[in-house]
């Protein structure tokens, strides 16, 4: 599985982006995705995730009422449309998706990231 996310860049405070990632290769065996962000010196953290059929969703408790995760299962394309960003959370954000177990033996899917896009926000 291969994942790109695109959709990234500079916005002033209190205004909206979205970000996409399209996955390719073998996305059958996908049945999660997520958004995880991360600034300099800080650990990786979940912004929201999605199921891929069900389209079950969740998000951090920063995030809730703000950011929409959605998907395209016709593109193979998971969104994460930002509304109401705040200057102190500049960061990288990365695509991931997880294998469902059903397909492995060891019942564990393997998880997949992307390579990153930054989202840069002005005061």
């Known amino acids: 599985v291969q994942l790109v996310e695109s959709g990234g860049g500079l916005v002033q405070a209190g205004g909206s982006l979205r970000l996409s990632c399209a996955a390719s290769g073998s996305t059958f065996k996908i049945d999660a995705m997520g958004w995880y962000r991360q600034t300099p010196g800080k650990e990786r953290e979940l912004v929201a995730t999605?199921?891929?059929?069900?389209?079950?969703?969740n998000y951090a408790d920063s995030v809730e009422g703000r950011f929409t995760i959605s998907r395209d299962n016709t593109k193979n394309t998971m969104y994460l449309q930002m509304n109401s960003l705040k200057p102190e959370k500049t960061a990288v954000y990365y695509c991931n998706a997880k294998e469902s177990g059903i397909y492995f033996t060891s019942g564990i899917g393997a998880s997949y990231w992307g390579q990153g896009t930054q989202v840069a926000i002005s005061s």
């Open positions: 999605i199921t891929t059929v069900v389209g079950s969703t």
